[in-house]
């Protein structure tokens, strides 16, 4: 749901930052433009079960592997087209992360992820979460996948191509999450 606010026109990274506390309840974007986008309906019960098996399958090989750390659903980062967006998952990498100064881990960070995924939930309009994913990779997120349960696949944005990954066929974290493999039809049950 787009918010205008006619009298302010574009709200400062600080006051959007203000209006994101004031508010912890919403899920509140702004895209580059400067509307704000807010989403005020609640995740359905399965689509948060398989955002969260998914944010534990990352987790378990992050885990392993050490090489990053790991963002929910609740994340926000500003990109560098002024806009401010929250992928379900995000992943950035070990030295990037430790570059950033304590103040800016804890707020919302000018901080592009190394990757991201978004999954269409049943209230999600497919058009507007692949215009979502190109400005994620417009902006510099090195991999991204676009999940969709209904479709039973999962879109691979990577290098200025987009792959369609039936969930039965193995995913893979291509030079960004390295030796990261996930069957989606293995962890994602209804």
């Known amino acids: 749901m787009p918010l205008n606010i006619p009298s302010i026109g574009k709200f400062s990274d600080e006051e959007l930052i203000s209006l994101c506390l004031a508010n912890p309840d919403l899920n ?16 359905y019960a399965l689509t948060s079960s398989f955002n969260s098996l998914i944010l534990i399958e990352l987790g378990l ?11 929910e659903s609740n994340s926000a980062f500003f990109l560098p087209d002024s806009s401010m967006k929250g992928p379900d998952v995000a992943w950035i ?15 919302i960070p000018k901080l592009v992820p190394d990757f ?6 049943e209230t999600d ?14 902006n510099g997120v090195k991999l991204a996948w ?11 944005y990577f290098e200025n191509t987009i792959e369609s990954v039936p969930f039965k066929n193995k995913l893979d974290g ?3 999450l390295v030796d990261l493999e996930i069957i989606m039809s293995e962890i994602l049950e209804e």
């Open 28 to 43: 509140i974007e702004r895209d580059e433009k400067g509307q704000i986008l807010i989403n005020m309906s609640p995740t």
């Open 61 to 71: 090989w992050n885990r392993k592997k050490k090489t990053g750390t790991i963002f």
């Open 93 to 107: 990498s070990k030295g990037r992360w430790q570059n950033l100064s304590l103040k800016e881990k804890k707020s």
């Open 116 to 121: 991201i995924i978004e999954l269409q939930s």
């Open 125 to 138: 309009n497919q058009a507007e979460l692949k215009q979502k994913m190109e400005k994620w990779m417009e």
């Open 146 to 156: 676009l999940v969709s349960p209904q479709s039973q696949e999962t879109m691979v």
């Open 174 to 176: 291509k030079n960004v």
